[in-house]
């Protein structure tokens, strides 16, 4: 059964600064993966979807990475504003019925 | 844009009342999902649908059903609502296929009490 890790849970940082988010999930056998934003209260936007065969994707100020045969992601976000401020979630598709399992997120805050 | 659009931004119900949720997308997709998600444990899928009048059972299927008479609108059925289903549902929806993106609704905040 697929599983999927979000690390760290929460992470708080100042203005300006870059970060990482990190992702693992336990199956390498996956379609997919695709990264989520979700404010308080809200349904989820997606942010970047990484294709098997793909290292990397980028919009903007992110950039997620992927390692299938390690059963990694990354998501880098630069610059890091206010606005930014949201729970973040990766999901990975796989399986025969094209499921997608997801990790329980990290809770990003950027303090003015 | 996609548009998933659920019904009903906020709900409360009472303990064993029938509660339909119902969730309509507008770019012709096949997959449709409904999802739960609750403090510590995340999203769990309920039910999905790959086209109309199919579908399958999720991880947590247990007190829903669910129904997908028109390709566009999936709704969720709480048969008879119990305070465990107090929770956040979220409907997304997908094409068919390995690569490809899904797009979710802005959820339904539903209680029952």
């Known amino acids: 059964k697929q599983e999927v890790t979000q690390i760290p849970a929460a992470l708080s940082v100042p203005e300006g600064e870059n970060l990482v988010l990190n992702c693992s999930f336990t199956?390498?056998?996956?379609?997919?993966l695709q990264w989520f934003r979700q404010d308080p209260g809200k349904g989820l936007t997606s942010l970047l979807l990484?294709?098997?065969?793909?290292r990397e994707q980028t919009s903007g100020r992110l950039n997620a990475s992927l390692d299938k045969s390690s059963g990694r992601s990354t998501l880098y976000i630069a610059a890091s504003q206010p606005g930014d401020s949201a729970t973040y979630l990766c999901?990975?598709?796989?399986?025969?019925?094209?499921?997608?399992?997801f990790g329980k997120g990290t809770l990003l805050t950027v303090n003015p | 844009d996609v548009k998933v659009t659920q019904s009903s931004r906020y709900l409360v119900k009472r303990t064993g009342e029938k509660v339909f949720l119902e969730c309509v997308q507008d770019?012709?997709?096949?997959?449709m999902f409904w999802y739960r998600q609750d403090p510590g444990l995340g999203l769990r899928l309920i039910y999905f649908?790959?086209?109309?009048?199919?579908?399958e059972k999720g991880d947590i299927p247990e007190g829903y059903s669910v129904s997908r008479e028109k390709k566009e609108r999936f709704s969720l059925i709480l048969e008879s609502a119990s305070t465990n289903q107090t929770s956040m549902y979220l409907c997304?929806?997908?094409?068919?296929?390995?690569?490809?993106?899904?797009?979710f609704g802005q959820g339904t905040r539903l209680t029952v009490v």
């Open positions: 997304a929806s997908s094409f068919p296929g390995a690569n490809t993106e899904a797009f």
């Open positions: 199956d390498s056998a996956i379609y997919n």
């Open positions: 990484i294709q098997s065969s793909q």
């Open positions: 999901a990975v598709m796989g399986g025969s019925n094209y499921k997608l399992t």
């Open positions: 770019m012709d997709h096949e997959n």
């Open positions: 649908s790959y086209d109309v009048k199919m579908k």
